[in-house]
């Protein structure tokens, strides 16, 4: 069981930036690649970034490549999220989620545990 929790949303005009972070509880935080997701309103949940178990691989959505970081501190079970260059169109609730065992995907079923997202609002 992984128990996640977000915070660190908040409100930015256009060009800014925000750290989004996500602590969890559980002994297989560090066995599970980590992801980041958002939900625009009226819109789908879509994938943002993924980090594998190690912190060795990451992958973006073509979106936020550039802009966006991922990272992970398995000693203290946590995942961050830089976004840098924020744009009116990244305003979304943030998720992050761990993936199922052994599973390295982009999609919303290749993980299991899920936080309740922080909302990024940005401003334009």
């Known amino acids: 069981q992984v128990q996640l929790v977000e915070a660190g949303g908040g409100l930015v005009q256009a060009g800014g930036s925000l750290t989004l972070s996500c602590a969890a509880s559980?002994?297989?935080?560090?066995?599970?690649?980590m992801g980041w997701f958002r939900q625009p309103p009226g819109k789908e949940r879509e994938f943002v970034a993924r980090i594998g178990r190690n912190a060795d691989i990451r992958s973006y959505a073509d979106s936020v490549k550039g802009r966006f970081t991922i990272s992970r501190d398995n000693a203290k079970n946590t995942a961050s999220l830089q976004m840098n260059s924020l744009k009116p169109e990244d305003t979304a609730v943030y998720l992050c989620?761990?993936?199922?065992?052994?599973?390295?995907?982009?999609?919303?079923?290749?993980?299991?545990?899920w936080g309740q997202g922080t909302q990024v609002t940005v401003s334009s």
């Open positions: 989620a761990a993936s199922r065992s052994q599973v390295w995907g982009t999609s919303l079923t290749d993980y299991e545990y």
């Open positions: 559980g002994r297989t935080f560090s066995s599970r690649a």
